[in-house]
């Protein structure tokens, strides 16, 4: 899944730590989805969406043609 926390993180000022604090997760957690190692429970994708006040669909695009690949 891809997504746009680096480019909403910018916009907001905030380093990985910052959002990983807000939201309660670790900084390894933010960089992980950041470089799509880690894909999102629907809760934290909304929690993270949520603090940006956008959609999901804002942030995250499902990437169909990767998750083929990926033999999903």
Known sequence: MKNKIKVYRAMHDLTQEDLARAIGVTR????A??????VPSLDLA???????R???????????????????
């Open 28 to 31: 390894q957690t933010i960089l």
């Open 46 to 52: 909304f929690r993270i969406s949520r603090y940006f």
């Open 33 to 38: 989805i950041e470089k799509g190692k880690y």
């Open 54 to 72: 956008v959609n999901i669909e804002e942030v995250f695009t499902y990437d169909e043609e990767a998750q083929g690949r990926a033999g999903v």
